[in-house]
């Protein structure tokens, strides 16, 4: 049964889920996260990037004149001791190619996502001026070789996996209307809101772009936590809420060169499959490599420890074709040290399921990994 923090959490997480966050149009979603973080934190900006950023001191501010000034030091002037901990805003989505004589609209994707991750249905066009419902399609199942298009995506005929190349966007629409709305070339396209309810499933809750709206709720929640507990965490602490993850953790790798301090903490969804010996059903999956860097020991070690301490059976991994702020930051020279903790869930980059109580078992991480200290005590690689 749902206690009445896990609905609190569930309310919010729906909020987040609703919000579009294409790569680079990240607004809707920074709103929601700003109006939570503003009243925890001792601080509250958006960089230049587009980052939100909520600063915790490891000592309270003498006054508030003196907010906003002495964390802002360039990491590159001074280093500082501070521990930066990530969840990304973006979402998997799809970009205008080119819009059509008849109004329909060619996409290509924006992040690693595919037409049958998703499925074919209701999407939002987010045009300048106007944001329309339209429809992203095959086209019938009732054609023969001659709609060599559609031919080749049937199973018992072309065998080809659906793709870009495939589908379209009706939209309903002339070109001329299009423009009007400011839809054009380069204009984000989002799944729809009909399709961004969570659903319960027993003890689980599933929907589409969990990655990374999950681990966001998470990092509020602990910002939350943090604030209840009425300690100052043993370093200073900045809580990023990134853009552009799935493009290359742009945003991220940018706060990591900006911000004091020499550790960066990823928090993401993280892949349960049966190569990495990890289940939705087990506990906080801590990463020790990923396609991009080898994280730190010391700082996984300390993460698998602590979830054990709590009783949350942590599931340690080494994964392929995964990638994350923190990976990218390190890759990138921004920061000399890494980690990544992750939400066990099923289908990543699809229709994604997590257990309830994983979100608030993250936020207990997070909580004790800047309560405690160790956090920058150099470790192997």
Not at 174 to 179: H, I, Q, T, V
Not at 224 to 242: K, M, S
Request: glycine fraction near 12%; include cysteine; aromatic fraction near 6%.
């Amino acid at each position: 049964m749902a206690t009445p923090e896990d609905n609190a959490t569930d309310g919010l997480l729906q909020e987040l889920l609703c919000a579009y966050g294409p790569c680079g149009q990240e607004a809707e979603v920074r709103a929601v996260c700003a109006r939570e973080l503003q009243p925890v934190v001792d601080d509250m900006w958006t960089d230049d990037a587009g980052n939100l950023i909520g600063y915790i001191a490891a000592d309270p501010p003498a006054d508030d004149a003196g907010r906003g000034h002495r964390h802002r030091v360039s990491s590159a002037a001074e280093p500082g001791v501070a521990t930066r901990v990530m969840a990304h805003m973006d979402e998997l989505s799809m970009l205008v190619k080119r819009v059509e004589p008849d109004g329909t609209l060619h996409l290509t994707q924006l992040g690693t996502m595919y037409p049958g991750n998703f499925g074919l249905g209701p999407v939002a066009v987010l045009g300048e001026h106007e944001t329309l419902t339209a429809v992203l399609t095959l086209g019938s199942e009732h054609t023969t070789q001659e709609s060599q298009r559609i031919w080749q995506t049937k199973p018992d005929q072309g065998d080809r996996a659906l793709d870009w190349d495939h589908v379209y966007v009706f939209t309903g629409l002339s070109p001329d209307e299009l423009e009007t709305a400011g839809v054009r070339p380069g204009t984000r396209v989002c799944v729809d809101r009909s399709k961004r309810t969570l659903v319960e499933v027993g003890d689980y809750l599933g929907c589409y772009f969990l990655d990374d709206r999950a681990a966001v709720t998470a990092l509020l929640r602990a910002a939350v936590l943090l604030r209840e507990r009425g300690q100052r965490p043993v370093d200073d602490v900045y809580l990023v809420f990134t853009t552009n993850e799935e493009i290359g953790g742009v945003g991220g790798t940018y706060a990591s060169g900006s911000l004091p301090g020499t550790l960066t903490l990823a928090l993401e969804v993280g892949p349960t499959e049966r190569e990495y010996g990890t289940r939705v059903s087990g506990g906080p999956i801590v990463g020790y490599s990923d396609a991009l860097c080898v994280y730190d020991k010391g700082v996984a070690d300390r993460l698998m420890s602590m979830a054990t301490e709590q009783g949350l059976s942590p599931q340690g991994a080494v994964l392929g074709a995964f990638e994350s702020d923190a990976s990218h930051s390190k890759a990138n020279g921004v920061t000399p040290r890494a980690g990544l903790l992750c939400l066990p869930t099923l289908s990543t980059h699809g229709y994604e399921v997590v257990r309830r109580g994983a979100i608030g078992d993250m936020a207990a991480i997070i909580v004790e990994f800047v309560m405690q200290p160790g956090a920058h005590t150099r470790g192997e690689d």
